[in-house]
DNA sequence: TCTGCATGAAAAA
DNA sequence: TTTTCCTGCAGAG
């Protein structure tokens, strides 16, 4: 689900799958009709991802934009051949020949102009999944910052395309306390957290999911195997740390439940 | 089957 | 800071 490697994956997905045909769209909810309509037999010519938002460039001068950003429900599907019968609030179907894909529950599913787009990802920070990603304006952000660590990280105008669990898990791995004031953290350590990003994020991409731990680290001494093995911290409060066994802590920090682990992670 | 919560962010207050 | 958007699913019963 929709961090920054998500919609990655799903911009891949969708170039490989739609870009270069005709496509039909259609919005069988009627929330995107008239944007559906505007997109209607164009071509897509290609996708692109920023952080968390999904672009698909429709026409030949590129200059049509769909935006799309799934919030917290928003999901795509896609399929080979004859698309299924629509059922519920499906805000926008795309066809081609071959394939398929549907889009539900989006925060944002809109058409933007080229200069509205440039406008929309300015405002974002830098991402680190995107090719020649401007790694001294995070440094210099994060560096100047009195905002806790686990405040910047989940920033989309610092850092664009960290969620919650990628926040939790990158500052464990660094062993950096979530209530760090950056200017605090040293510029070596955010360059650290940067890279970790980085790596974690792409293995994401490949993976399809968010996979943070070790494999050493992912052995449990005893019982069943749960969803939660792929992370440090996230969603497990109260349960053993996997590295100190100290219970793992949780509060809310920008809006959002933060894990971290006091011992592993003191400050 | 039902309930509450969730990887997000804009709008309202 | 709180509400809203409005989907899917894990866990409870």
């Known amino acids: 689900m929709p961090e920054g490697h998500t919609i990655h994956r799903l911009a891949r997905r969708h170039q490989k799958l739609l870009a270069g045909a005709e496509v039909r769209a259609s919005s069988p909810q009627g929330r995107f009709a008239e944007g559906a309509a505007l997109i209607d037999g164009a071509v897509l010519r290609r996708t692109d991802a920023w952080g968390k938002h999904l672009f698909h460039h429709y026409g030949e001068a590129e200059d049509l934009v769909l935006h799309v950003h799934l919030g917290l429900y928003g999901k795509w599907?896609?399929?080979?051949?004859?698309?299924?019968?629509?059922?519920?609030?499906?805000?926008?179907?795309?066809?081609?020949?071959?394939?398929?894909?549907?889009?539900?529950?989006?925060?944002?599913?809109?058409?933007?102009?080229p200069q509205e787009v440039a406008a929309r990802t300015a405002r974002l920070g830098p991402d680190p999944l995107r090719k020649g990603a401007d790694v001294e304006r995070f440094l210099d952000r994060v560096g100047r910052s009195r905002a806790p660590a686990g405040t910047l990280l989940m920033d989309?105008?610092?850092?664009?395309?960290?969620?919650?669990?990628?926040?939790?898990?990158?500052?464990?791995?660094?062993?950096?306390?979530?209530?760090?004031?950056?200017?605090?953290?040293?510029?070596?350590?955010?360059?650290?957290?940067?890279?970790?990003?980085?790596?974690?994020?792409?293995?994401?991409?490949?993976?399809?999911?968010?996979?943070?731990?070790?494999?050493?680290?992912?052995?449990?001494?005893?019982?069943?195997?749960?969803?939660?093995?792929?992370h440090y911290?996230?969603?497990?409060?109260?349960?053993?740390?996997?590295?100190?066994?100290?219970?793992?802590?949780?509060?809310?920090?920008?809006?959002?439940?933060?894990?971290?682990?006091?011992?592993?992670?003191?400050?």
């Open 77 to 113: 599907r896609d399929g080979t051949g004859e698309p299924p019968e629509p059922k519920g609030a499906l805000r926008l179907r795309l066809v081609t020949q071959d394939h398929w894909a549907d889009l539900r529950g989006p925060t944002a599913c809109e058409l933007l102009s």
């Open 233 to 267: 911290v996230y969603a497990r409060t109260g349960l053993p740390c996997r590295r100190c066994g100290t219970p793992v802590q949780a509060e809310v920090m920008a809006a959002r439940n933060l894990f971290w682990c006091p011992v592993c992670q003191p400050g």
């Open 156 to 230: 989309q105008a610092v850092i664009a395309g960290v969620g919650n669990v990628y926040r939790a898990e990158a500052l464990f791995r660094a062993g950096l306390s979530p209530f760090a004031p950056g200017r605090e953290v040293g510029r070596e350590t955010w360059q650290a957290v940067w890279d970790d990003l980085s790596v974690l994020l792409r293995a994401g991409v490949r993976a399809g999911r968010i996979i943070t731990t070790h494999p050493e680290d992912r052995r449990r001494p005893a019982g069943r195997p749960t969803r939660a093995d792929a």
